[in-house]
T-cell receptor, first 111, second 114 residues
Framework: GQNIDQPTEMTATEGAIVQINCTYQ??????LFWYQQHAGEAPTFLSY????GLEEKGRFSSFLSRSKGYSYLLLKELQMKDSASYLC????????????FGRGTQLTVWP | DADVTQTPRNRITKTGKRIMLECSQT?????MYWYRQDPGLGLRLIYYSFDVKDINKGEISDGYSVSRQAQAKFSLSLESAIPNQTALYFCATSDHRDSKNIQYFGAGTRLSVL
């Protein structure tokens, strides 16, 4: 079966660093996506990890451990505009293009 | 201009009515998807299509049907709407030539079934 576990909510203050964890179990695995979704808006692509390790992209970094079924999204120098839901989505490679989305982690950044 | 356009943006309908949600894209992508999003449940895949002649059921296709009228258009129909189909619906597209197969989402259609 498919199972994705990520915290429901997190809070942090401006300028801080926050790590959003995701563990997953899926039938078939090609890589893992992170999407950002502001309230009432469309999800937008943040990152995609295929290989183990950390990939950095500006203030955002994403980590993957395939053997542990674990990923995290690291957000640095938090800004108010980073308040959003962050969706972990394994890419089930055997069924191309079929992402399985987690329920999302609602991040609130306080001034 | 939006690359993935969903119409209508909001819709209120009554139980038993047939309703169609439309999605069009100017990205030139061959793959299109329909999701619904409910509070606390995340995004769930309803149907997807990898090209004009290809239609596949997702995880929650019961009560829905789709039509891929052209590469750029993918519509979702609720044959007889029921209240538990009240949700936020998203269309998405991707390109088979993209090794990451990133999906790009429309702005969503908020549907209420009374």
């Amino acid at each position: 079966g498919q199972n994705i576990d990520q915290p429901t909510e997190m809070t942090a203050t401006e300028g801080a660093i926050v790590q959003i964890n995701c563990t997953y179990q899926t039938s078939g695995f090609n890589g893992l996506f992170w999407y950002q979704q502001h309230a009432g808006e469309a999800p937008t692509f943040l990152s995609y990890n295929v290989l183990d390790g950390l990939e950095e992209k500006g203030r955002f970094s994403s980590f993957l451990s395939r053997s542990k079924g674990y990923s995290y999204l690291l957000l640095k120098e938090l800004q108010m505009k980073d308040s959003a839901s962050y969706l972990c989505a394994p890419d089930r490679g055997s069924t191309l293009g079929r992402l399985y989305f987690g329920r999302g982690t609602q991040l609130t950044v306080w001034p | 201009d939006a690359d993935v356009t969903q119409t209508p943006r909001n819709r209120i309908t009554k139980t038993g009515k047939r309703i169609m949600l439309e999605c069009s894209q100017t990205k030139g992508h061959d793959r299109m998807y329909w999701y619904r999003q409910d509070p606390g449940l995340g995004l769930r895949l309803i149907y997807y299509s990898f090209d004009v002649k290809d239609i596949n059921k997702g995880e929650i296709s019961d009560g829905y049907s789709v039509s891929r009228q052209a590469q750029a258009k993918f519509s979702l129909s609720l044959e007889s709407a029921i209240p538990n189909q009240t949700a936020l619906y998203f269309c998405a597209t991707s390109d088979h030539r993209d090794s990451k197969n990133i999906q790009y989402f429309g702005a969503g259609t908020r549907l209420s079934v009374l």
